[in-house]
């Protein structure tokens, strides 16, 4: 391959991913509860000074180590405070991630299967989602990604290295997960020989130079509130006990799997036992990424507490097995393959046109024509991946499937993301709250609007509030705020009712104020 068409497939893959993630990152407010808590929490390092404490609404906050909100500290002082900079760390090594996804692929497998990879990467659903999104699943990804990948192509310093920077941005799970990753790979390889080769004690004095500091300094400042609370509940105890109903849910990663790697999702089956039945050296990378992928599901689907975003980390390996075994049946005219991703595209393609129809009956009429293009778009990729599984035609298949990815994602954002904004976002609501607000009297807000609360309306900490027994404080004399969700305020007796004045009600939120001494 000439190093011309190298740069080529590079730039084609920076400009697909950067034009996925980048072209909507600032157009849309931060999404209660989870993103209003990360740009607020470093929002607060500046304001603060500390970069070793994380806080919020001004008090120790114990649930993240600090590399997010690091990053997003630095993207505030060059962009500016907003939604942009807010997400930009996520957006940026997305984008990265692809690349090392692509350039790792090369030497694996073969350029077009590494292209393949990256394209499947950056049009899967939860990674392009996750890459618009003020949270550390993409950050944690990126760097566990460079970990494992650095470890296939046998650069250990880079595996300790990216290791250890994976630890201080979720806490032990980044070594819990390498370590185990690389440990199940060599002992199912009959490869644990590799170990004397892998540099172990200067290895680790590498990881802990760069893993331990942060931790060493917040339990010096902070004792065993440090330990029992970052360690204690939001490591152990999570994994034990579930935080959210889903944890319950033996199954929940399933559904999420298969409508997270969409439009990919037929071939998921296919790559892993195609894999395993490789002979080679592309067996064992087939099998490393296969172990990857697995003990990351099976981790979480373990794991009682329970969301959307855990998995993220195994959508890489996922993407460099799909696109390696695209490009196998592509290389060898396995025809076949191509008539059971049209068969399965039809099922997934038909249960979302049913519930593009369900949406249709419950959206407004300003969503109503954008859910009937989407679902006429859907019928049109349809349409096409049959045509080109007739005409045997692998590249027009795939070509397909990534211009109606490209074409959805601009239809969600440009589109359905706005109009639902108001459900999932405060900012609107606080700008109404503005308007009535003296300024001074305290406010009382629901623990899940606070987060956001505090980062679109600048108000000192000590302001605001959480009303944990709503009817007892208003029973209180003295002038008041409160943003609560509405079913709050409807719960409450008609006498408590009468003694406040309602100001605004924005979907769920409403906003009253109670004015007697």
């Known amino acids: 391959m000439t190093e011309r068409k190298l740069w080529f497939n590079i730039l084609l893959v920076l400009f697909i991913s950067g034009l996925i993630t980048f072209s909507h990152l600032g157009s849309l407010s931060l999404f209660d509860p989870d993103e209003p808590v990360y740009a607020e929490t470093a929002r607060e390092?500046?304001?603060?000074?500390?970069?070793?404490?994380?806080?919020?609404?001004?008090?120790?906050?114990?649930?993240?180590?600090?590399?997010?909100?690091?990053?997003?500290?630095?993207?505030?002082?060059?962009?500016g405070v907003g939604e942009f900079a807010a997400r930009f760390p996520s957006a940026f090594l997305a984008v990265i991630g692809?690349?090392?996804?692509?350039?790792?692929?090369?030497?694996?497998?073969?350029?077009?299967?590494?292209?393949?990879?990256?394209?499947?990467?950056?049009?899967?659903?939860?990674?392009?989602?996750?890459?618009?999104?003020?949270?550390?699943?993409?950050?944690?990804?990126?760097?566990?990604?460079?970990?494992?990948?650095?470890f296939l192509h046998r650069h250990y310093y880079m595996f300790y290295g990216w290791t250890a920077l994976a630890?201080?941005?979720?806490?032990?799970?980044?070594?819990?997960?390498?370590?185990?990753?690389?440990?199940?790979?060599?002992?199912?390889?009959?490869?644990?020989?590799?170990?004397?080769?892998?540099?172990?004690?200067?290895?680790?004095?590498?990881?802990?130079?760069?893993?331990?500091?942060?931790?060493?300094?917040?339990?010096h400042y902070h004792g065993m509130a440090f330990v029992d609370t970052f360690l204690g509940f939001h490591n152990v105890t999570r994994f034990l006990q579930p935080e959210h109903s889903s944890g319950i849910l033996w199954y929940y990663y399933i559904p999420v799997l298969i409508v997270g790697f969409f439009p990919w999702t037929p071939f998921l089956v296919q790559a892993f036992f195609a894999a395993?039945?490789?002979?080679?050296?592309?067996?064992?990378?087939?099998?490393?990424?296969?172990?990857?992928?697995?003990?990351?599901?099976?981790?979480?689907?373990?794991?009682?507490?329970?969301?959307?975003?855990?998995?993220?980390?195994?959508?890489?390996?996922?993407?460099?097995l799909v696109g390696w075994y695209f490009d196998k049946a592509w290389r060898e005219k396995d025809y076949r393959v191509l008539k059971w991703f049209a068969a399965i595209f039809t099922m997934l393609v038909i249960i979302l046109e049913l519930g593009l129809f369900y949406a249709g009956k419950l959206v407004t009429s300003q969503l109503f024509f954008s859910v009937q293009v989407l679902a006429g778009m859907f019928v049109l990729?349809?349409?096409?991946?049959?045509?080109?599984?007739?005409?045997?035609?692998?590249?027009?298949?795939?070509?397909?499937?990534?211009?109606?990815m490209l074409a959805f994602i601009t239809i969600?954002?440009?589109?359905?993301?706005p109009a639902v904004v108001p459900i999932f976002s405060t900012k609107g609501f606080v700008n109404e709250f503005k308007q009535h607000y003296d300024g001074k009297t305290p406010v009382y807000i629901a623990d899940f609007y606070r987060p956001s609360f505090m980062f679109y309306s600048d108000l000192p900490s000590n302001?605001?509030?959480?009303?944990?027994?709503?009817?007892?404080?208003?029973d209180k004399p003295g002038k008041a705020y409160f943003i609560v969700k509405k079913k709050e305020y409807e719960k409450l007796s008609p006498a408590l009712q009468s003694k406040v004045r309602v100001l605004a009600i924005q979907e769920d939120k409403i906003l009253f104020v109670r004015e007697f001494d």
């Open 381 to 404: 990729v349809l349409a096409f991946v049959w045509w080109m599984s007739y005409r045997q035609n692998f590249r027009g298949a795939f070509c397909v499937n990534v211009i109606g």
């Open 276 to 320: 395993l039945r490789e002979n080679g050296q592309n067996r064992n990378y087939g099998i490393f990424l296969v172990i990857w992928a697995s003990v990351v599901f099976l981790f979480f689907t373990l794991s009682q507490t329970k969301l959307v975003s855990y998995i993220l980390p195994m959508y890489p390996p996922l993407a460099l």
């Open 98 to 150: 692809v690349a090392v996804v692509y350039l790792s692929g090369r030497k694996l497998f073969s350029d077009r299967a590494a292209l393949l990879s990256a394209l499947i990467l950056t049009t899967s659903l939860e990674y392009f989602y996750l890459s618009n999104a003020a949270v550390t699943d993409m950050t944690l990804t990126f760097f566990m990604t460079a970990a494992l990948l650095s």
């Open 45 to 79: 390092m500046i304001q603060f000074q500390d970069f070793i404490s994380p806080r919020i609404y001004g008090e120790f906050w114990y649930d993240k180590p600090p590399m997010y909100y690091w990053l997003v500290a630095g993207a505030f002082k060059m962009f």
């Open 412 to 417: 969600l954002m440009a589109q359905i993301f």
């Open 463 to 474: 302001q605001i509030k959480l009303p944990e027994t709503l009817p007892v404080i208003l």
């Open 167 to 219: 630890v201080v941005t979720k806490g032990p799970i980044g070594v819990v997960f390498c370590g185990g990753i690389v440990g199940l790979y060599l002992l199912f390889t009959g490869n644990l020989g590799l170990l004397k080769r892998m540099k172990i004690v200067r290895g680790t004095a590498l990881f802990a130079v760069i893993a331990l500091p942060w931790y060493l300094m917040m339990y």
